[in-house]
């Protein structure tokens, strides 16, 4: 039999960032439990500020039946001379039964004592409190909080519990609170608890309250609103997708209301503009013709007909915000742009001051400068390096720490600087995610880089190396930024070579380590066959660029028709060469070939390896292509030859072949 299923837990207000962490579990974890306790079905989870709801349609009333098997001990352990052993015993005790009761199966080709049991399906109603109490103690919102007399903890604190099947309320009592046929809805439309009969009563109440439950139609209607204020004001909204699902989550009756501010807010940079609104307010920017207006979208939870008195509060609060980015832009304009202080600032204990970090990413962008040999001034490469961290005195980045770079950009600019150093400054830490955006200049690009790489060397050199979740210097994705650099870019920049170098300013580096770390970052970066990654490593290439042209250049060999047959073949090729030094030169003696499908081969390979290639691709191709006289050879040629010159000459052939395509990458190790 089937019911419908409802389950509320009504909390105080949810802080909206922890719950969106873990939004994507939560689901997971009750289904998990419903399998557990066999009652899985269909279900729809939704969420407000004030609570979580599960919602089932149709619901088992009870587990079905099930039968139970246990196994024992063989016969031959279980009864010695015919008397029951204590394995008989303990087996005959598990089950809960006498001796009498057992019987036998066989398995695994033994008789052995067996015991088979009806179990009664219990019914959903005792099982919902602990598939419920159980969920809840499963999520994980980060802290989480105690009240009252309580020693259970929950992210806030529970006030009511409404949890019915069909028509009936399942009672239990978790976290203090009774479960009761009861709900809130929103505070403006009645503050105090109502009675709700049936599960249909309780979808009407929420609505007629003011309470949109469904998080899908929140986010629809603000959208809406958002394109209707677009339309009627001829502007456009920028909406940021994580404050968007923000606003979602801390509202229950959402209305998008545009609002003002006073233009002279303008004279600040937009990003302080911006940041003030989104991080302070939940506030959306407003643009007209691609620049910011004094215009904000704020998403109001009032039950209301008149949003005046809404727009008029918010307008009023972020007023003083922007008065303080105001002073603080004004003073730190009327102080100029300035490293003094930043020797006072300790990067890390170990290794210096900020002032020393900027010294050591000098170094390091002198040569790389010199090694990629960009067409760049290097006097603004210098004056970039030199002033990149200078914002870091400013008052506005001691308020806004986000804006660091960027203020140093307009910092930069008003001090009369070049717009390339500018520039710099404001890359100079990007990327920061794999979604972020680039820096958009060979100039900038070596800024970025100079700072990933001291940090990865200067934090390697007192053996601060990332383990587990910890990296609080995100080192795993200051890797992941050079690779992307150098790729778009086009910087070649060996992890072993250049590395080298650049660390003759670090001491105490264990460089196998360091790069093995960079390995494995690279094997997460590229999302691809983990065996093509492994592959184009066990050529030895180290060098960042070729490392990435390569991995895409096999991956799409891997995933073309055929690839299964040539890999069996190279298979072959790399069995027979296993014990051979690939390292040292190989020679074939043209004299000792006698085999027409031999000479066939050694003429192929000698005309393949002759040719100009446009590309790494074309040459690799071309190697591969010499599978059917591979074939030819393997099915045609005794390799081991008993004549030891005709033996060796055969497999320096083949080994002069494998070492060719070695030398882009191991193509026995790819698994497919």
């Known amino acids: 039999m089937f019911k419908p299923l409802l389950i509320e837990i009504g909390v105080e207000e949810l802080p909206a960032i922890p719950l969106l962490k873990e939004l ?74 006498s001796l009498e009761e057992l019987s036998t199966a066989e398995k695994n080709g033994k008789e052995v004592l067996y015991y088979k049991k009806d179990v009664k399906g219990q019914k959903s109603a005792t099982l919902l409190p602990e598939i419920i109490n159980t969920w809840l103690k499963s999520l994980e919102f980060g802290k989480s909080m105690r009240w009252g007399s309580l020693q259970e903890s929950f992210i806030r604190p529970i006030r009511w519990i409404n949890v019915q099947l069909g028509d009936e309320l399942v009672p239990m009592n978790l976290y203090g609170v ?3 046929k009861k709900t809130f809805v ?46 009627e004001h001829s502007v456009n909204v920028e909406i940021d997708e994580d404050l968007f699902a923000e606003v979602v989550a801390i509202t229950e009756n959402p209305t998008a209301l545009l609002g003002s501010f006073d233009e002279k807010f303008l004279e600040l940079p937009p990003e302080v503009i911006i940041t003030s609104m989104k991080e302070h307010q939940r506030y959306f920017p407003v643009f007209k013709d691609g620049k910011l207006v004094n215009k904000f979208v704020v998403v109001s ?15 009023r609060v972020l007023r003083p915000r922007l008065a303080d980015g105001l002073f603080f832009w004004e003073n730190d304009l009327k102080n100029g742009l300035s490293t003094q202080g930043l020797e006072k600032i300790t ?8 002032a020393d970090k900027i010294q050591r990413e000098a170094k390091i962008a002198s040569l790389l400068f010199d090694k990629f040999a960009i067409d760049a001034n290097k006097e603004d490469l210098q004056r970039a390096v030199e002033l990149a961290k200078a914002d870091l005195m400013s008052e506005m980045v001691y308020e806004f720490t986000e804006l660091q770079g960027i203020m140093g950009y307009y910092y930069t600019l008003k001090a009369g600087e070049s717009e390339a150093v500018a520039l710099a400054i404001k890359e100079q830490y990007l990327p920061e995610g794999e979604e972020s955006p680039l820096p958009s200049t060979p100039l900038s690009a070596i800024v970025a880089m100079s700072l990933k790489l001291d940090t990865l060397l200067a934090l390697f050199s007192i053996n601060e190396i990332p383990t ?91 995933n073309s028709e055929g690839f299964g047959d040539v890999t069996s073949t190279f298979k072959r090729v790399a069995n027979i060469t296993k014990d051979m030094d690939l390292s040292k030169s190989l020679h074939v003696e043209e004299s000792l070939l006698q085999e027409d499908a031999e000479k ?35 099915e045609n040629v005794m390799v081991n030859a008993e004549d030891e010159a005709l033996k060796n000459n055969r497999k320096a052939l083949v080994a002069s072949i494998y070492k060719s395509i070695l030398e882009f990458a191991d193509i026995a190790k790819v698994s497919i």
């Open 600 to 634: 066939a081969l050694y003429s192929a390979y000698k005309e393949v390896i002759s040719k100009e290639y446009a590309n790494l691709e074309e040459k690799l191709d071309a190697l591969l292509g010499l599978k059917p006289q591979l074939d030819a050879f393997f």
């Open 347 to 354: 990067f890390f204990k170990g290794l210096g001051s900020v």
């Open 186 to 231: 929103h505070r403006i439309a009645n503050f105090d608890a109502l009675e709700v009969a049936d599960i249909k009563s309780y979808f009407e109440t929420l609505k007629n309250g003011g309470v949109t439950l469904f998080q899908d139609m929140r986010a629809l209607k603000i959208k809406n609103d958002i394109q209707n204020i677009e339309k």
């Open 24 to 97: 994507q579990n939560i689901e997971k974890k009750y289904l998990a439990i419903l399998e557990k306790h066999n009652l899985i079905s269909e279900f729809e989870f939704y969420y407000t500020p004030r609570r979580l709801v599960i919602y089932h349609a149709e619901f088992a009333t009870a587990q079905e039946d099930s039968v139970e098997e246990f196994f024992g001990a063989p016969l031959a352990v279980a009864y010695k001379d015919g008397e029951a052993t204590k394995a008989a015993h303990g087996f005959a005790k598990k089950c809960g039964v």
């Open 468 to 558: 587990g979740s910890r990296d609080p210097f995100a080192l795993r994705r200051a890797v992941n930024g050079l690779v992307r650099i150098v790729n778009k870019f086009g910087f070649k920049f060996d992890i072993q070579k250049d590395l080298q170098e650049l660390a003759q300013n670090y001491d105490g580096i264990d460089f196998e380590k360091l790069e093995a770390f960079i390995l494995e970052r690279i094997k997460r970066y590229y999302k691809v066959n983990p065996s093509i990654i492994e592959a184009v490593l066990a050529s030895g290439e180290r060098e960042l660029l070729a490392l990435g042209q390569k991995i895409e250049i096999l991956d799409n060999l891997a």
């Open 178 to 180: 009774a479960s009761a």
């Open 301 to 315: 939870n009032a039950l209301t007909d008149d949003f005046s008195e809404v727009i008029a509060g918010n307008e």
